[in-house]
């Protein structure tokens, strides 16, 4: 096993500690840092890196729609949202299209400041 930095033992403390809204938050906060590397590397034209961080952004939104539990409204109403958004990051890969990453950052970033108000919301009760 390889010996971590303090950084890396924190994040990974973080991780395997983190109930499963946390986890989610994680996950959302970790799908726009993956959408923003692809821009950036996008912009400096590293087309393999800018696939590979796209790529990862699409196995967290793959990870959000997997974990629905469909019998929930709220699910069924949900994985439209997700089927879109990693649609989307699909077409951005493959044109290597800014504009198509920030409308589906804008749509993360949205997802993921409701989920921190649920958080919010969730705790103080």
Avoid at 41 to 65: P, S, T
Avoid at 83 to 104: C, F, G, P, S
Wanted: hydrophobic share 40%; charged share 25%.
């Amino acid at each position: 096993m390889a010996i971590l930095n303090p950084y890396q033992q924190y994040q990974q403390q973080s991780v395997l500690t983190a109930n499963s809204g946390n986890l989610t938050l994680l996950l959302y906060n970790g799908c726009i840092k993956f959408i923003g590397k692809t821009r950036l590397l996008i912009i400096n034209k590293d087309i393999q890196g800018a696939h590979n961080a796209n790529v990862r952004a699409q196995l967290i939104i793959e990870e959000f729609m997997c974990t629905l539990d469909m019998q929930y409204d709220i699910a069924k109403k949900m994985m439209p949202i997700y089927e879109y958004l990693h649609r989307r990051l699909v077409e951005a890969n493959i044109k290597k299209d800014i504009a198509i990453l920030d409308e589906v950052l804008g749509f993360v970033t949205e997802l993921r400041d409701t989920w921190e108000e649920v958080l919010k919301i969730t705790k103080s009760k």
